[in-house]
């Protein structure tokens, strides 16, 4: 990704912060035996060692994350950590191409796939839901059906979904927390994004 600080950067800037704050900021638990944070992700446990400059996962989807390149979810999870602040979310939803440096969303490479996830359950919403609360979602009362999972604690992603009817095919929406662009740059929004709809998807 095009971020300011490569993946080393993050990991320097990890291991010379004060872990509680840091743990504190995140949402997260830091274990001072282990010297490692938790954080919980998508529904599944991560454990970071800013030490070993590891990350691992006792799940098998955990792991598959971590090691999958098209996610980019190691260098989102170190972003969040060195970067997300003490705050909660507004409540507030937007667009991503509402975030601040969200013209990316609009054009080229970075439009986000809806249509695959709107193709596929535009006529089942139980499967919709179903599959999200696999990665920890859960039900909210929008459009025909829709849920509220969790990339990062403190980063709410809503993904909406309207049925097929005999006027319009069926279509999705994605939405972030008005405060997501306070613990994510652009392009690690963008990837977090990116994440939710293949696991949603594939």
């Known amino acids: 990704m095009g971020t300011e600080y490569s993946g080393k950067h993050l990991w320097d800037i990890l291991l010379a912060s004060e872990p509680h704050d840091v743990a504190e900021r ?22 970071i060692s800013p030490e070993k400059r590891e990350c691992d996962s006792p799940t098998p989807l955990g ?11 190691a260098l989102s999870l170190l972003w969040y950590l060195t970067g997300c602040r003490n705050s909660g979310p507004s409540g507030e939803l937007v667009r991503p191409d509402q975030l601040p440096g969200g013209q990316i969303y609009v054009r080229g490479t970075h439009v986000l796939p809806l249509e695959p996830l709107a193709d596929r359950y535009g006529g089942d919403p139980r499967a919709f839901l179903e599959r999200a609360a696999l990665f920890g979602g859960r039900a909210v009362p929008m459009a025909d059906a829709a849920c509220v999972v969790h990339p990062f604690p403190r980063v709410p992603m809503t993904i909406t979904l309207w049925l097929a009817d005999e006027e319009f095919p069926a279509r999705a929406g994605l939405f972030f927390d008005s405060t997501c662009s306070a613990h994510l740059a652009p392009d690690v929004v963008w990837a977090t994004a990116m994440t939710g709809l293949l696991l949603m998807t594939e």
Do not use: K, M, T
């Not at 792991?63 to 979810?73: D, G, I, K, T």
């Open 26 to 47: 995140a949402e997260g638990v830091y274990d001072r035996g282990s010297r490692c944070f938790h954080l919980v992700s998508f529904g599944q446990e991560f454990i």
């Open 63 to 73: 792991r598959r994350l971590l090691s999958a390149p098209e996610y980019f979810f």
